[in-house]
Nanobody
Framework: QVTLVESGGGLVQAGDSLRLTCTASGRTIKDYNVGWYRQASGKAREFVAG????????RYADSVKGRFSIFRHNAKNTVYLQMNSLKPEDTAVYYC????????WGQGTLVTVSS
């Protein structure tokens, strides 16, 4: 089973951009469909974006379509989430996991968008 670690979160202002990185260890990431998920304070974790193992297909939650982009670099064992035009409602802890996700989750990376 692959271990995925998230990084790249931070505090930004509304309208700013941020790129999150998901790095794999243990196994090569190219064998997996990967998803980004997020959990805002007091809310359930939700799906944000997913990418097929080859990168040929992607899918997005309606709330982020047109603003977020998921892509991968299998040779670097990484999957990225490019987030543009950030809104305060994007504030959450962001996680990467398989798509569909495994039961075990990493620590995530906190994204805070101020208005």
């Amino acid at each position: 089973q692959v271990t995925l670690v998230e990084s790249g979160g931070g505090l930004v202002q509304a309208g700013d951009s941020l790129r999150l990185t998901c790095t794999a260890s243990g196994r090569t990431i190219k064998d997996y469909n990967v998803g980004w998920y997020r959990q805002a304070s007091g809310k359930a974790r939700e799906f944000v974006a997913g990418i097929f193992w080859s990168g040929a297909e992607t899918r997005y939650a309606d709330s982020v379509k047109g603003r977020f982009s998921i892509f991968r670099h299998n040779a670097k064992n990484t999957v990225y989430l490019q987030m543009n035009s950030l809104k305060p409602e994007d504030t959450a802890v962001y996680y990467c996991n398989a798509d569909p996700p495994y039961e075990v989750w990493g620590q995530g990376t906190l994204v805070t968008v101020s208005s």
